[in-house]
């Protein structure tokens, strides 16, 4: 019988894993679960992580530095060759937002677990991921969907016509960096100087775009998966406003306090630009949320780290989900079989000092993890792990469900009351304060919340 389409696009049955720490312990599992030999990958630094251990084959690709190891693009094809995988999982971080890569992947035979190099690159450049978004009819922050001008004037008029305050990113940019807050107007010509500047020395491109500047918003993001068939949906909401320096601390699903009539629409014009852009496999849109509206800001077009609280409520295995896309498997899901249930929260746990925050490496002698009904940890720690200076300071998620978000928030108490981990610093002591607190039981929390938490804290 000839094979359909859908049987011989994308087969393989070797991932290779090109990551570390929990992700890749994550990915591996559910490469297991769908009958999947797996490939780990490690740097000198990571020989004795147990990832290594529990995959079919690992092979280590290189020193500690990250550049020259989960960072080495010919390193990871060649141990991809030596293997025998037939895919590339990415993971987040690292390599997984880089078009040049997912297209060397699929140069070389094997297929990226992730979008097409093209929608990275799309996305990539947060101006034409704006003009996908406005055209699919994805509402966006004020401000035009084109790179500003040189002329000075012409820059004068557009800030005129959003309105300080304003907001000056760089197309390159995202997750925080190269973008510019700008009052008002005496000092907009000195702020573009400046971000141009930045964004040539760190993107390669001085390209920018102006936006309407929020002061309060919330961070909400949509959590999105598509197949190469045509078909996509959305599993929901998360918020993810409690963040520092940029850096996610805790996640929750759904986002409180947000009525299903107004976020409706937004998911589906979300799967509406999915299937604009011919989109692939997981994604997730953010957006700012203020006086009651959305507005757009950037696509990651990888699996996010905050990806569980998403999975908690919606039932749906997000890991293996997108492995199945990338098999070419028609998605295995309807919009109208979507049905989010309870409340999720997440915890980061990372290994700093809980004062200064600076990372904080070192053994881990004592730990004692939480476990019950409603409570996952997804970690690759172990008594006596070294924890390494040379990567992200994530050791664990907590990850807690329960029916309503009051009922999660005292699952989380209990859970971080029953965490020990000894030998190193960690935030679990700033995590304990944290779910005490009234304001953030009220869901009442916008993006700057935690750090004024955290300055008051000091000055007490
Ligand atoms: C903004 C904004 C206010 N107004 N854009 C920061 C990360 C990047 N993804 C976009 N960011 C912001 N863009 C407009 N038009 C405020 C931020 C912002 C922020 C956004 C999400 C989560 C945390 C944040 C912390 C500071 C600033």
């Known amino acids: 019988m000839p094979e359909t389409l859908e049987q011989s696009a994308g087969r393989f049955d070797t991932v290779l894993i090109a990551n570390r720490g929990e992700i890749a312990v994550r990915i591996q599992r559910a490469c297991r679960e769908l009958g999947l030999k797996t490939v780990a990958i490690c740097s000198e630094a990571d020989r004795q992580a147990p990832y290594g251990k529990t995959a079919d084959s690992f092979l280590c690709i290189g020193p500690s530095t990250a550049a020259k190891s989960y960072l080495n693009q010919d390193a990871i094809l060649l141990a991809a060759r030596l293997a025998g995988a037939g895919a590339i999982h990415p993971g987040y971080g690292f390599l997984s937002e880089n078009a040049a890569f997912a297209d060397a992947?699929?140069?070389?035979?094997?297929?990226?677990?992730?979008?097409?190099?093209?929608?990275?690159a799309i996305m990539g450049d947060k101006i034409s991921a704006k003009r996908a978004m406005m055209a699919a009819g994805v509402?966006?922050?004020?401000?035009?969907?084109?790179?500003?001008?040189?002329?000075?004037?012409?820059?004068?008029?557009?800030?005129?016509e959003i309105g300080y305050p304003v907001i000056i990113k760089a197309a390159g940019g995202g997750g925080g960096r190269g973008?510019?807050?700008?009052?008002?107007?005496?000092?907009?010509?000195?702020?573009i100087a400046l971000t141009r500047?930045?964004?040539?020395?760190?993107?390669?491109?001085?390209?920018?775009?102006?936006?309407?500047?929020l002061e309060h918003p919330r961070h909400i993001e949509i959590q999105v998966i598509c197949d190469d068939h045509g078909n996509a949906v959305w599993l929901g909401h998360r918020d993810c406003s409690m963040q520092r320096r940029h850096q996610k601390v805790v996640e929750e699903a759904p986002a409180p306090g947000i009525a299903p009539d107004i976020i409706q629409p937004v998911g589906l014009a979300c799967v509406q630009a999915c299937l604009q852009i011919g989109y692939r496999g997981v994604g997730t849109f953010e957006f700012l949320y203020e006086d009651g509206a959305f507005y757009f800001i950037e696509m990651n077009t990888r699996l996010q780290v905050e990806h569980p609280v998403t999975e908690m409520t919606s039932g749906v295995d997000i890991v293996q989900a997108q492995i199945r896309a990338a098999q070419g498997h028609v998605l295995d899901l309807i919009q109208g079989d979507v049905t989010c249930e309870g409340h999720s929260f997440e915890c980061r746990i990372n290994a700093e000092d809980p004062e200064t925050f600076l990372p904080s490496a070192g053994v881990v002698t004592h730990l004692a993890?939480?476990?019950?009904?409603?409570?996952?940890?997804?970690?690759?720690?172990?008594?006596?792990?070294?924890?390494?200076?040379?990567?992200?300071?994530?050791?664990?998620?907590?990850i807690v469900h329960a029916p309503t978000r009051a009922e999660a928030m005292a699952r989380m108490r209990e859970a971080l009351a029953g965490t020990e981990v000894e030998g190193i610093s960690t935030n679990i002591p700033f995590l304990r304060a944290l779910f005490k607190d009234g304001a953030f039981a009220q869901g009442e929390t916008d993006i700057h919340y935690l750090e004024q938490w955290l300055k008051l804290r000091r000055a007490t």
């Open 139 to 160: 509402p966006c922050v004020p401000g035009p969907d084109t790179a500003l001008p040189d002329d000075p004037a012409t820059i004068e008029r557009i800030a005129l």
């Open 197 to 213: 500047e930045e964004a040539r020395k760190a993107f390669g491109s001085r390209s920018l775009y102006m936006e309407k500047f």
């Open 369 to 398: 993890l939480p476990a019950g009904p409603g409570i996952r940890v997804d970690t690759h720690i172990h008594a006596g792990y070294k924890v390494s200076p040379y990567y992200d300071s994530l050791i664990a998620k907590l």
């Open 179 to 191: 973008m510019r807050v700008v009052p008002k107007a005496d000092v907009l010509h000195e702020a």
């Open 105 to 120: 992947v699929e140069k070389a035979g094997l297929v990226f677990i992730g979008p097409t190099a093209s929608s990275i």
